[in-house]
């Protein structure tokens, strides 16, 4: 027991309850972008995957490197592009649907008008 | 410890503040966009600091920078491809497959340190194995396990429980052989010995998953989560760095709750569901619930329930996805809250094939967010609704979960039932994956509406139309 991996297993111990603390606070409604979020930063092991094939020095490590880059880069690009994509989405009133989608363009109440006018703003931040 | 090392390490330790806070601001929808991008940021600084390390190091040969590169560049390049192309609703199995290739990258990277330190002299430190093969072992079965669940979940495997003869007899060999051979490497180092776990751990991984029934999916996805999560810490552990540790203890604490949350929505231990099949097995005698008989509607009926309500909530469910209806349900949604109507979403937190995924399928459809609302806080709202339009959701509104005795027994449900009426979009009187009757369908303020959900939505929506218009 080194206490090296001491002072790890004490890192890992309080992210895990740092993690707990904060992710028992995202609402329901985000579950989705959050499980996504979440893979994009595992994707982390990226890192990894690179210092590997720093250190590969024969054919075996080479294929290992290479795979674990592919992988690892899939994940965190995939990760965090998809889950930008899912936010994205996420609006607080409706924005105007490009004609030719809604198939009643033109034909919008006062109401639907003026509730348009008002989904270009960015919504307020509010916690 | 040089001046270098020192900046480096503190980089990491930026990058991991920028993962929690990103983490944090995902406790808002205003604020979530934010919170991914300072994630974002974090990532991209851990990245740099690491070529920076590689440079500094120059120990690297030109073939590890060129299988370095193009390696990212492909992994990357279909990354990209695969998050702009995808669907909505194939959101679960993307994820899924997101968690494989994490998995399987942990596990890589600790074999390849694994086959170094055992062809060197000073042979493996004990406690280094032992991380080791965690890492190899939890990457491994995360690895072969989300491989299944994307396949069931784009229907290239059967969705239903898979069992075979003698499958929890596989199952339970590759744990043995797992763990057998972990405790015999812990002493001996030996190459083919890791070999042979991996072999193990991707049989478990296999035939863990292919038993568990498609409405379990959601519960399985996060556990997959935590299990990659975890595997990222160990290769923390492993390569000695503290962003991964870090990182990867968020996705396992973010993994872990997730499935603790779906499991208690379905009202299920985690066990019972790894045992797998939901209604496959013996369930109790059901007690008998109220009988009685079922009202269809036609859409111009269900049309004036709708149009001179004041308060409607709409009950959405998987069946609405698997319809690809969503557009057409906001539509009408729209179409009511133009006329004056108060609209809004109470949404099961299993509705879907993974966690929140109904809200994500609604946010495209252009709902806005304030309008989706969470069981619990929504549920006091029923006895004041008009009408509840139940659109592809059956065991979720099932009053039967209230007694003791049916297969559904204590599942938080919606209070569908409470509300002043209720219609029923649906294609046919077939139960739900629990396989018991739905007792809302016979309730005397429901109507039923057999139709596919796309074209009575549309229907409904012209009907509205002509009567408000």
Redesign the interface.
């Known amino acids: ?2 206490s ?2 001491l002072t ?1 297993i004490t ?3 309080l ?6 603390e ?36 024969n054919a ?3 294929v ?32 105007p ?1 490009p004609a030719g989608q ?3 363009g033109g ?3 006062p ?2 008008q003026a509730r348009q006018v008002a989904g270009g703003g960015t ?5 | 410890m040089s001046a270098f090392d020192w900046v480096i390490q503190l980089v990491y330790v930026a990058a991991a503040s920028c993962f929690v806070l990103g983490l944090h601001l995902m406790n808002t929808p205003a604020t979530a966009r934010r919170g991914n991008q300072l994630s974002t940021g974090g990532m991209v600084a851990a990245i740099a600091a690491t070529f920076a390390i590689i440079i500094h190091a120059g120990t690297i040969s030109v073939t590890g920078w060129i299988v370095m590169l193009t390696g990212a560049l492909l992994g990357g390049g279909a990354g990209l491809y695969a998050a702009r192309t995808v669907q909505m609703t194939a959101m679960p199995q993307l994820v899924s497959v997101f968690n494989a290739v994490g998995g399987g990258a942990a596990a890589l990277v600790a074999i390849h340190d694994y086959i170094n330190l055992a062809g060197a002299s000073a042979g493996v430190p004990e406690s280094t194995t032992v991380t080791t093969l965690l890492d190899v072992i939890i990457g491994a079965v995360t690895f072969s396990g989300s491989i299944i669940a994307a396949g069931k979940l784009q229907g290239l495997i059967s969705g239903s429980p898979i069992t075979f003869p003698g499958s929890r007899v596989v199952n339970m060999a590759a744990a043995v052989v797992g763990i057998g051979g972990a405790i015999y490497l812990i002493v001996t180092p030996s190459v083919p010995g890791l070999l042979i776990i991996i072999l193990a751990a991707l049989v478990f991984g296999v035939t863990m998953v292919l038993p568990i029934g498609g409405a379990d999916m959601p519960v399985v996805i996060s556990l997959l989560n935590a299990f990659t999560g975890t595997a990222v810490a160990m290769a923390g552990f492993v390569i000695g760095n503290w962003a991964l540790i870090i990182a990867g203890a968020l996705v396992g604490a973010s993994g872990g709750i997730l499935t603790k949350l779906m499991a208690d929505a379905m009202n299920r231990s985690l066990r019972n569901i790894m045992i797998g099949g939901f209604g496959t097995g013996d369930s109790a005698a059901a007690v008998e619930g109220p009988g009685g008989d079922v009202r269809p509607i036609a859409a111009d009926d269900a049309a004036i329930q709708l149009a001179y309500a004041q308060k409607v909530i709409i009950v959405p469910g998987y069946g609405l996805a698997a319809a690809q209806a969503q557009h057409q349900l906001a539509e009408l949604a729209k179409e009511l809250e133009n006329h004056g109507i108060e609209v809004s979403y109470a949404i099961h937190p299993v509705a879907g094939r993974m966690p929140g995924h109904m809200n994500v399928l609604l946010a495209e459809a252009n709902v806005p967010y304030p309008q989706l609302r969470e069981m619990d806080d929504v549920n006091p709202e029923f006895p004041r609704a008009d009408v509840a339009l139940v659109v592809g959701a059956n065991d979720v509104t099932n009053p039967a979960a209230r007694r003791p005795g049916t297969a559904i027994s204590g599942m938080p449900i919606l209070d569908v039932d409470q509300a002043k009426s209720i219609i029923v979009i649906k294609r046919s009187m077939a139960s739900g994956y629990a396989g018991i009757d739905n007792e809302l369908y016979v309730n005397p303020k429901t109507s039923m509406y057999f139709a596919d959900a796309k074209k009575a939505l549309s229907e409904l929506t012209a009907a509205v139309k002509t009567l408000v218009g």
Do not use: E
């Open positions: 027991m080194t090296a991996l790890d890192i890992f111990v992210a895990l309850l740092v993690g707990f904060v992710i028992s606070k995202v609402p329901a409604t985000l579950h989705t972008p959050l499980m996504s979020a979440a893979n994009s930063i595992h994707g982390i092991i990226l890192v990894g995957a690179m210092l590997i094939a720093a250190s590969a020095n075996l490590g080479y290992l490197a290479f795979i674990a880059a592919a992988f690892a880069a899939m994940n965190v690009v995939g990760g965090y592009v998809v889950t930008g994509r899912m936010l994205k989405m996420f609006r607080r009133r409706p924005t649907v809604d198939g009643h034909q919008l109440s109401d639907g919504p307020g931040a509010s916690s």
